[in-house]
């Protein structure tokens, strides 16, 4: 995880995260919140009437933390549109075969390797 940027008391960055739901699905989403525990506590309680609401529990599966706010929304909107099989690629850390699993062979996957 990269060090966090505070600016007068405020979290600059955000998480990119990956839950896996009950029914083995997987919802990608994105927090500003500090606290990414708090985020999955909030998404398991049901208190954001989303995706994952019929399909509790959820578990995290995979986060990382970006600096800048605008580079995680970016990263969510495309591992959205990515394969069961690339996601779980993701999630393994195995960002050799990310490349690989693209509908188009594109390599230019914003994940970072930390």
């Known amino acids: 995880m990269r060090l966090r940027e ?30 990414l525990e708090t985020r999955v506590s909030q998404h398991n309680q ?4 989303d995706y994952t609401f019929k399909r509790r529990p959820v578990a995290l599966v995979y986060s990382c933390y970006f600096d800048k706010i605008t580079d995680a929304i970016a990263c969510e ?14 999630i393994r ?5 990310l490349p690989g699993l693209s509908k188009r062979g594109s390599k230019r996957d914003p994940i970072p390797s930390s």
């Not at 049901?46 to 009437?49: A, H, K």
């Not at 959205?80 to 996601?87: L, N, Q, T, V």
């Open 6 to 35: 505070w600016r007068r008391g405020v979290v600059n960055g955000c998480w990119l995260y990956i839950l896996e739901c009950s029914d083995g699905s997987y919802y990608v989403g994105t927090s500003r919140r500090d606290d």
């Open 46 to 49: 049901g208190t954001t009437p």
């Open 77 to 90: 909107r495309q591992v959205k549109g990515w394969s069961r099989a690339k996601k779980e690629a993701l």
């Open 93 to 97: 850390r195995d960002f050799d075969a």
